[in-house]
C-alpha cells in the first residue's frame, strides 16, 4: 500500500520525460527538494534531505543529477523520524531513497 505523495514509481518518473532524477522531482514533488533552513541555533548551514540508494548514502540532494530516471524503480521520502528509525540519526530533512534496478 502506498500512500500518496511518498512513493513515485518508475511509470510517475517516466511520465516527466526527464533525463536525471532531480528534474523528474523538480517536476513532481520540488517539496522534497527544498531546504527548509539551519536545523539549530548553533549550526546555521541550510539542511536539506540525504539520499540514499538501495541502502547506501549518496550524499546530498545534487547527487540526484547523476541519477538517471530509467535507472530507478522507485522513490520514497522519509520525514525525518522515519529516517531516523530506517537509516540511523543525523537526517533532520529526511531522507529520499531510490530503488535502482
Known amino acids: 500500500l502506498r500512500a ?3 512513493v ?6 517516466a511520465a516527466t ?6 528534474d ?4 513532481l514533488r520540488p517539496e522534497w ?3 527548509r533552513g539551519p536545523t539549530s541555533v548553533t549550526d546555521p548551514t ?3 534531505a540525504h539520499v540514499f ?3 547506501i548514502l549518496l550524499g546530498d540532494l545534487t547527487a540526484l543529477r547523476d541519477v538517471r530516471v530509467l535507472d530507478v ?3 520514497r521520502y522519509w520525514d525525518a523520524g522515519q529516517a531516523s528509525a530506517r537509516f540511523g540519526m543525523g537526517h533532520p530533512r529526511g531522507v529520499i531513497e531510490l530503488i535502482r534496478r
Open 4 to 6: 500518496r505523495g511518498v
Open 8 to 13: 513515485l514509481t518508475q511509470e510517475d518518473l
Open 17 to 22: 520525460n526527464s533525463s536525471s532524477l532531480y
Open 24 to 27: 523528474a522531482l523538480a517536476k
Open 33 to 35: 527538494l527544498t531546504s
Open 46 to 48: 541550510p539542511a536539506a
Open 53 to 55: 540508494m538501495n541502502g
Open 73 to 75: 524503480i522507485e522513490v
